[in-house]
Protein backbone atom coordinates (compact mmCIF):
# COMPACT_ATOMS: atom_id res chain seq x y z
CA UNK A 1 0.00 0.00 0.00
CA UNK A 2 1.57 2.98 -0.93
CA UNK A 3 -1.00 6.16 1.03
CA UNK A 4 0.90 9.14 0.61
CA UNK A 5 4.16 9.56 -1.55
CA UNK A 6 6.66 12.27 -1.76
CA UNK A 7 9.43 13.25 -4.38
CA UNK A 8 12.56 13.60 -3.58
CA UNK A 9 13.26 12.63 -0.18
CA UNK A 10 16.38 15.29 -0.24
CA UNK A 11 16.88 18.47 -2.34
CA UNK A 12 19.52 21.29 -1.99
CA UNK A 13 18.61 24.28 -4.06
CA UNK A 14 20.60 27.41 -4.33
CA UNK A 15 18.86 30.70 -3.40
CA UNK A 16 16.61 32.36 -6.46
CA UNK A 17 16.07 28.44 -8.18
CA UNK A 18 12.58 27.65 -8.69
CA UNK A 19 11.61 23.74 -7.84
CA UNK A 20 7.72 21.62 -7.13
CA UNK A 21 7.48 18.84 -4.64
CA UNK A 22 5.61 15.99 -5.88
CA UNK A 23 2.89 14.51 -3.35
CA UNK A 24 0.18 11.82 -4.91
CA UNK A 25 -1.97 9.79 -2.69
CA UNK A 26 -3.79 6.62 -3.65
CA UNK A 27 -6.30 6.67 -1.20
CA UNK A 28 -9.21 8.88 -2.64
CA UNK A 29 -9.10 11.55 0.11
CA UNK A 30 -10.01 14.62 -0.57
CA UNK A 31 -8.17 16.51 1.85
CA UNK A 32 -4.63 17.27 1.21
CA UNK A 33 -2.41 19.40 2.55
CA UNK A 34 1.45 20.67 3.06
CA UNK A 35 2.74 21.17 6.22
CA UNK A 36 6.73 22.34 6.55
CA UNK A 37 8.54 21.18 10.13
CA UNK A 38 10.81 23.22 12.08
CA UNK A 39 12.66 22.65 15.30
CA UNK A 40 10.80 23.59 18.25
CA UNK A 41 7.82 24.81 16.12
CA UNK A 42 5.80 21.56 15.18
CA UNK A 43 4.45 21.83 11.57
CA UNK A 44 2.73 24.45 10.08
CA UNK A 45 -0.16 24.42 7.63
CA UNK A 46 1.45 26.35 4.16
CA UNK A 47 -1.42 25.37 2.19
CA UNK A 48 -4.21 23.08 1.80
CA UNK A 49 -7.03 21.46 -0.40
CA UNK A 50 -10.39 20.43 0.24
CA UNK A 51 -10.88 18.94 -3.17
CA UNK A 52 -10.18 18.72 -6.42
CA UNK A 53 -9.33 22.59 -8.06
CA UNK A 54 -10.23 24.37 -4.42
CA UNK A 55 -6.93 24.84 -2.61
CA UNK A 56 -6.32 28.08 0.31
CA UNK A 57 -3.67 29.00 2.09
CA UNK A 58 -2.78 28.03 5.50
CA UNK A 59 -0.73 29.58 8.19
CA UNK A 60 2.27 30.33 6.41
CA UNK A 61 2.23 30.53 2.54
CA UNK A 62 4.08 33.36 1.35
CA UNK A 63 7.13 31.92 -0.99
CA UNK A 64 4.93 28.81 -2.03
CA UNK A 65 2.17 27.78 -4.79
CA UNK A 66 -0.26 25.01 -5.20
CA UNK A 67 -2.14 23.23 -7.16
CA UNK A 68 -4.77 20.54 -7.44
CA UNK A 69 -6.11 19.07 -10.97
CA UNK A 70 -6.73 15.57 -9.53
CA UNK A 71 -7.59 14.29 -6.45
CA UNK A 72 -4.63 12.13 -6.27
CA UNK A 73 -2.06 14.81 -6.65
CA UNK A 74 -1.00 18.16 -4.75
CA UNK A 75 2.47 19.45 -5.74
CA UNK A 76 4.06 22.21 -3.85
CA UNK A 77 5.91 25.22 -5.85
CA UNK A 78 8.67 27.23 -4.54
CA UNK A 79 9.06 30.17 -6.62
CA UNK A 80 12.17 31.57 -5.82
CA UNK A 81 13.74 29.82 -3.06
CA UNK A 82 14.98 31.54 0.06
CA UNK A 83 17.12 30.22 3.27
CA UNK A 84 14.36 30.60 5.05
CA UNK A 85 12.51 28.22 3.51
CA UNK A 86 15.04 25.06 4.69
CA UNK A 87 13.03 22.85 6.26
CA UNK A 88 11.19 19.21 6.02
CA UNK A 89 7.89 19.28 4.08
CA UNK A 90 5.16 17.09 4.70
CA UNK A 91 2.05 16.20 2.87
CA UNK A 92 -0.46 15.04 4.07
CA UNK A 93 -4.02 13.89 3.53
CA UNK A 94 -7.44 12.54 4.87
CA UNK A 95 -11.13 11.22 4.09
CA UNK A 96 -12.34 13.88 6.22
CA UNK A 97 -11.37 16.67 8.52
CA UNK A 98 -12.03 14.52 11.72
CA UNK A 99 -10.56 11.18 10.37
CA UNK A 100 -6.53 10.17 10.46
CA UNK A 101 -4.34 12.25 8.52
CA UNK A 102 -1.61 10.30 6.45
CA UNK A 103 1.43 11.55 6.20
CA UNK A 104 3.89 11.28 3.76
CA UNK A 105 7.44 10.48 4.25
CA UNK A 106 8.89 13.99 4.05
CA UNK A 107 11.44 15.87 1.74
CA UNK A 108 14.46 17.53 3.72
CA UNK A 109 15.34 21.15 1.34
CA UNK A 110 18.38 22.93 2.23
CA UNK A 111 18.18 26.27 0.43
CA UNK A 112 22.03 27.69 0.77
CA UNK B 1 -8.06 30.64 16.32
CA UNK B 2 -6.80 27.47 18.00
CA UNK B 3 -3.79 27.26 19.01
CA UNK B 4 -1.63 24.26 21.18
CA UNK B 5 0.91 24.11 23.71
CA UNK B 6 3.41 21.22 24.89
CA UNK B 7 5.28 21.75 28.05
CA UNK B 8 8.37 20.85 27.62
CA UNK B 9 10.52 20.42 24.47
CA UNK B 10 12.15 17.07 25.94
CA UNK B 11 11.29 15.04 28.25
CA UNK B 12 13.75 11.89 29.64
CA UNK B 13 12.57 8.56 31.80
CA UNK B 14 13.73 5.47 32.45
CA UNK B 15 12.62 2.35 30.92
CA UNK B 16 9.56 0.87 33.10
CA UNK B 17 8.54 4.18 33.79
CA UNK B 18 5.49 6.02 33.24
CA UNK B 19 4.84 8.16 30.57
CA UNK B 20 3.33 11.33 30.75
CA UNK B 21 3.87 14.19 28.03
CA UNK B 22 1.35 17.12 28.25
CA UNK B 23 -0.64 19.44 26.02
CA UNK B 24 -2.69 21.72 26.51
CA UNK B 25 -5.16 23.67 23.76
CA UNK B 26 -7.24 26.87 23.30
CA UNK B 27 -10.13 26.53 20.73
CA UNK B 28 -13.49 28.92 20.62
CA UNK B 29 -15.18 25.66 20.52
CA UNK B 30 -14.87 21.90 21.44
CA UNK B 31 -12.15 20.86 19.19
CA UNK B 32 -10.84 17.56 18.14
CA UNK B 33 -7.73 16.72 19.35
CA UNK B 34 -4.86 14.01 18.13
CA UNK B 35 -1.47 12.76 19.01
CA UNK B 36 1.02 11.52 16.57
CA UNK B 37 4.20 10.15 17.21
CA UNK B 38 7.19 10.22 14.53
CA UNK B 39 10.41 8.22 14.17
CA UNK B 40 13.42 9.24 13.17
CA UNK B 41 13.88 10.50 9.25
CA UNK B 42 9.83 9.81 8.88
CA UNK B 43 6.12 10.66 8.94
CA UNK B 44 4.15 11.44 11.87
CA UNK B 45 1.95 8.16 12.41
CA UNK B 46 -1.70 9.02 14.71
CA UNK B 47 -1.40 7.30 17.87
CA UNK B 48 -4.92 8.32 19.16
CA UNK B 49 -7.75 10.71 18.36
CA UNK B 50 -10.46 12.62 20.68
CA UNK B 51 -13.49 13.32 18.36
CA UNK B 52 -16.23 14.24 21.30
CA UNK B 53 -16.84 10.78 21.83
CA UNK B 54 -15.16 8.93 24.88
CA UNK B 55 -13.28 11.29 26.76
CA UNK B 56 -10.22 8.83 27.86
CA UNK B 57 -9.00 7.72 24.28
CA UNK B 58 -6.81 4.77 24.13
CA UNK B 59 -4.44 4.49 21.41
CA UNK B 60 -1.51 2.05 20.09
CA UNK B 61 1.23 1.12 21.43
CA UNK B 62 -0.59 1.29 25.19
CA UNK B 63 -0.83 5.07 24.92
CA UNK B 64 -3.48 6.73 25.95
CA UNK B 65 -4.98 10.39 26.70
CA UNK B 66 -8.10 11.75 28.64
CA UNK B 67 -9.61 14.96 27.05
CA UNK B 68 -10.32 17.75 30.35
CA UNK B 69 -12.78 20.07 29.18
CA UNK B 70 -12.23 22.00 32.22
CA UNK B 71 -8.76 22.15 32.07
CA UNK B 72 -8.33 22.39 28.37
CA UNK B 73 -5.78 19.51 28.14
CA UNK B 74 -5.14 16.15 26.23
CA UNK B 75 -2.25 14.67 28.12
CA UNK B 76 -0.51 11.87 26.77
CA UNK B 77 0.09 8.47 29.07
CA UNK B 78 2.04 5.30 29.01
CA UNK B 79 1.86 3.42 31.94
CA UNK B 80 5.23 1.90 31.41
CA UNK B 81 7.52 3.14 28.98
CA UNK B 82 9.52 0.96 26.44
CA UNK B 83 13.19 1.75 24.60
CA UNK B 84 11.11 1.38 21.17
CA UNK B 85 8.83 4.70 23.00
CA UNK B 86 11.99 7.00 22.07
CA UNK B 87 10.51 9.57 18.95
CA UNK B 88 8.93 13.03 19.07
CA UNK B 89 5.48 13.27 20.09
CA UNK B 90 3.13 16.19 19.17
CA UNK B 91 -0.46 17.58 19.55
CA UNK B 92 -2.66 18.75 17.04
CA UNK B 93 -6.35 20.63 16.97
CA UNK B 94 -8.68 20.75 14.32
CA UNK B 95 -12.04 22.41 14.72
CA UNK B 96 -15.16 20.32 13.53
CA UNK B 97 -17.54 21.96 10.96
CA UNK B 98 -14.51 24.26 9.69
CA UNK B 99 -13.29 22.68 6.45
CA UNK B 100 -11.11 26.09 6.03
CA UNK B 101 -8.89 25.23 8.90
CA UNK B 102 -6.88 22.17 8.99
CA UNK B 103 -4.54 20.52 11.68
CA UNK B 104 -2.79 22.99 13.80
CA UNK B 105 0.61 21.32 16.12
CA UNK B 106 2.19 22.09 18.82
CA UNK B 107 5.79 22.20 19.01
CA UNK B 108 6.55 18.72 19.84
CA UNK B 109 7.85 16.91 22.96
CA UNK B 110 11.14 14.25 22.33
CA UNK B 111 11.00 11.60 24.46
CA UNK B 112 13.77 9.50 25.28
CA UNK B 113 14.06 6.41 27.08
CA UNK B 114 16.85 5.91 29.48
CA UNK B 115 17.77 1.72 29.67
Known amino acids: NAGVTQTPKFQVLKTGQSMTLQCAQD?????MSWYRQDPGMGLRLIHY???????DQGEVPNGYNVSRSTTEDFPLRLLSAAPSQTSVYFCASSYRLTTEAFFGQGTRLTVV | AQSVTQLGSHVSVSEGALVLLRCNYSSSVPPYLFWYVQYPNQGLQLLLK??????LVKGINGFEAEFKKSETSFHLTKPSAHMSDAAEYFC?????????????FGGGTRLMVKP
Open chain 2, 92 to 104: AVSLPNNAGNMLT
Open chain 1, 27 to 31: MNHEY
Open chain 2, 50 to 55: YTSAAT
Open chain 1, 49 to 55: SVGAGIT
